[in-house]
């Protein structure tokens, strides 16, 4: 038996930048950017603050699980964006909900986050810790893109997705198929510093990526750590209704289903509208299935990201 996710709720900014505005400010074009990473267009928040959009997400996740907020014993927020660094954002969703018996602390593991923060939320659940969990990816990724800057400015948007976790059986009867994965080593491929060190020297506060090399990072992982998900749970790649994978390049997700010999109908995006939102994406791109009614009961669901740090991960679902 495992964790079911029995809610799902987003939220997007209302302001749409699309490339044709990107390449008023750089030397690039929609077709470039289309050809190369399908993204069409993005959302940028404009007073809508991390914090904000978790909670707007959070509000519509509870509503579809059809608990009340009180029912909510622990809060997790992945981000890597946040205006501020304290109070961290799952106590200001704690408060914008008014619900005071409750656990809650943010993660960072970038574009992973949504996975870290699931595998978090199932350990609680097994260990008796916690009964229902909110797991949310929110990110204001705008906070930090370098508008000069045509590698990184043409990826990123903003917007949050959210789920309510819960278990239908005994703590002792579940199971995690969950595996994530860590590689510092790897760290300079993407790097962003919203701050200042000690010296009160500002440190570079943009995104700066090698865009390349966590492309070659991706494609060659995140079919490995699909494969080590699926040994866990005990299924066949075959078996799968649907991949729900981080949204970072169409190139990337085409290339992965080619790696794993699958139809590109079982890997669902939305990269087109959202542009990539870190750890926002799968529990965004999950809600937008949810809604869509491409989630039937029963159906088995793999979700894997990846990201700074480097890191990526998985898990195994059941709807
Ligand atoms: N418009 C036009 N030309 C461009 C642009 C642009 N926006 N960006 C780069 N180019 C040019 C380059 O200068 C280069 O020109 P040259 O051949 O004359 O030198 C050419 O296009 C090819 O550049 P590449 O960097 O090789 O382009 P690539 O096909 O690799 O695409 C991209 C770049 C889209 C960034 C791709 O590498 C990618 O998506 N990588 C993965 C990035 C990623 O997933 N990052 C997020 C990680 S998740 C997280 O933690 C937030």
């Known amino acids: 038996m495992y964790v079911k996710i029995v809610g799902t709720g987003s939220f997007l900014p209302e302001r749409v930048v699309d490339n044709f505005e990107i390449a008023r400010m750089v030397d690039t074009s929609d077709e470039w950017i289309q050809t190369r990473t399908g993204i069409k267009t993005r959302h940028i928040a404009t007073k809508e603050t991390v914090a904000s959009m978790a909670t707007e997400a959070a509000r519509k996740a509870v509503a579809d699980a059809g608990i009340s907020p009180e029912e909510i014993d622990l809060i997790i927020v992945s981000t890597v964006s946040a205006e501020q660094s304290l109070p961290c954002v799952a106590c200001e969703v704690q408060k914008a909900l008014g619900i005071s018996q409750v656990t ?50 043409i990826l990123f948007g903003d917007g949050a997705g959210a789920a309510v976790l819960r278990a239908d059986c005994a703590p002792e009867e579940l199971c995690i198929p969950c ?54 749970s005990g299924h066949t790649v075959e ?76 898990f195994y679902l059941e709807w």
């Open 104 to 153: 809650a602390f943010d993660v960072n593991s970038a574009c992973s986050g949504f996975i870290t923060g699931y595998q978090m939320a199932a350990g609680q659940i097994k260990a008796g810790l916690a009964k229902t969990a909110l797991v949310i990816g929110s990110e204001c990724l705008s906070n930090g893109v370098d508008w000069t800057d045509r590698g990184t400015c």
């Open 239 to 314: 078996e799968i209704d649907y991949f729900v994978l981080h949204q970072a390049n169409k190139r990337i997700i085409d290339a992965i289903a080619k790696r794993l010999r699958q139809d590109e109908s079982k890997f669902p995006m939305n990269i087109m509208d959202n542009g990539n939102i870190s750890s926002a994406c799968i529990p965004m791109l999950l809600d937008d299935m949810n809604r869509k009614g491409m989630l039937k009961p029963g159906m088995k669901l793999v979700l894997a990201g990846f990201g700074a740090g480097l890191t990526w991960g998985g």
């Open 179 to 232: 595996v994530l994965h860590a590689d510092g080593s790897q760290g300079e491929a993407l790097t962003c510093s919203l701050g200042h060190g000690k010296d009160k020297v500002p440190y570079d506060e943009y995104y700066r990526m090698d865009g390349k090399a966590i492309f070659k990072f991706a494609t060659r992982k995140v079919p490995e750590v699909i494969r080590e998900v699926l040994e866990l």
